[in-house]
C-alpha cells in the first residue's frame, strides 16, 4: 500500500534511471566533442605521404625509347579541410623533339600537333628544360603538403610514365625527378570500377563532366578532366571502415620510396 508520505519519495529506480541517462548523455557530449576536436585529414596521411598528380604527355608514336614527347602537363591533386580532393595548379610544356626522336606521322595527324609550326616553336622548350621547371614546381606544392614524393595519376597510366622515365634518362634529370619509379593510380580501373567504363570521354560523361572532344589530345586539357575525373570518383566512393588503420610497426621504405 502506498502513503501519501511514500508517494513524495522518489522511486529508488526511477533516481538510478535519472542517474545513467545523464551519465549517457554526459559521455556522448564528450565523445562527440572528441570527434570535433580531430583535426582533419591531410593529404600526407591519405595516401602514405605521396603526393597524387595527375600527369598526360602526348608523344609522336608509341615507343618511349625512340619517339618523340611533344606535351606534357601535370596536375596535383589537393585534399582541402572539409575532406574534399580538388585538382591544383597545372604545370604543362610544349617540348621540342630530342635530337634524332621518330615522328611517327600517324600519330601527328591522331594528336593534330606540327612540331614545326612557327608559333608551337616559339614556346616550346627542350626535354631538360620542361621538366626541370615542372619538377621544381612540383617539388614545391610536395614541400607544403608535407609529401615525400609524387605518385603519378594517368588514364592508361604506365604509357605515360613510361615517356616520362624515359625523358628523364635522356634529360639527365634523375636527380630532379620527384616521381616514384614505378607505382601509379590508373583512372581506367578506377572508371571501370565506379562507371563501367574505360573510355576517359565516357567516363567523364558517367560522371557528369563536361568533355569536349574538339579539345581532346592535348595534354593540358586531358590532364584537367582526368584530374577532375580521379577526384570526382574519390569524393564520392566510400572507403572501407577499416582502410585507415595503423600499425606499430614501422614501414620499412624501400630504395625507390626515398627520394
Request: aromatic fraction near 8%; charged fraction near 25%; charge should be negative.
Amino acid at each position: 500500500m502506498t502513503t501519501p508520505n511514500d508517494a513524495a519519495l522518489p522511486d529508488e529506480n526511477s533516481s538510478n534511471n535519472v542517474n545513467n541517462s545523464l551519465n549517457i548523455a554526459s559521455n556522448n557530449h564528450t565523445e562527440e566533442t572528441a570527434a570535433d576536436d580531430v583535426a582533419p585529414m591531410r593529404l600526407k596521411d591519405r595516401f602514405r605521404k605521396f603526393l597524387p598528380v595527375v600527369v598526360d604527355v602526348e608523344t609522336a608514336g608509341f615507343n618511349a625509347q625512340t619517339d618523340a614527347l611533344l606535351e606534357i602537363a601535370c596536375i596535383p591533386v589537393l585534399l582541402n579541410e572539409q575532406g574534399v580532393f580538388y585538382p591544383g595548379e597545372a604545370f604543362n610544356a610544349h617540348i621540342e623533339p630530342f635530337e634524332g626522336a621518330n615522328l611517327e606521322p600517324s600519330a601527328l595527324a591522331f594528336t593534330g600537333i606540327d612540331p614545326n609550326n612557327p608559333m608551337r616553336k616559339a614556346i616550346a622548350e627542350d626535354e631538360k628544360t620542361a621538366l626541370r621547371r615542372i619538377f621544381k614546381g612540383l617539388k614545391e606544392v610536395r614541400r607544403i603538403e608535407e609529401c615525400r614524393q609524387c605518385v603519378l595519376i594517368g588514364h592508361n597510366a604506365h604509357f605515360d610514365l613510361a615517356f616520362l622515365n624515359a625523358a628523364v634518362q635522356r634529360s639527365n634529370n634523375k636527380s630532379h625527378n620527384p616521381f616514384h619509379n614505378f607505382s601509379v593510380f590508373d583512372t581506367v580501373t578506377l572508371s571501370a570500377l565506379a562507371f563501367g567504363q574505360t573510355v576517359l570521354a565516357r567516363a567523364c560523361k558517367a560522371a557528369g563532366l563536361d568533355f569536349d572532344g574538339n579539345d581532346a589530345h592535348s595534354a593540358l586539357y586531358d590532364t584537367q578532366k582526368t584530374a577532375e575525373l580521379f577526384c570526382h570518383i574519390l569524393n564520392h566512393y566510400p572507403m572501407l571502415a577499416n582502410a585507415m588503420h595503423t600499425e606499430d610497426n614501422k614501414e620499412e621504405l624501400t630504395d625507390s620510396d626515398n627520394k
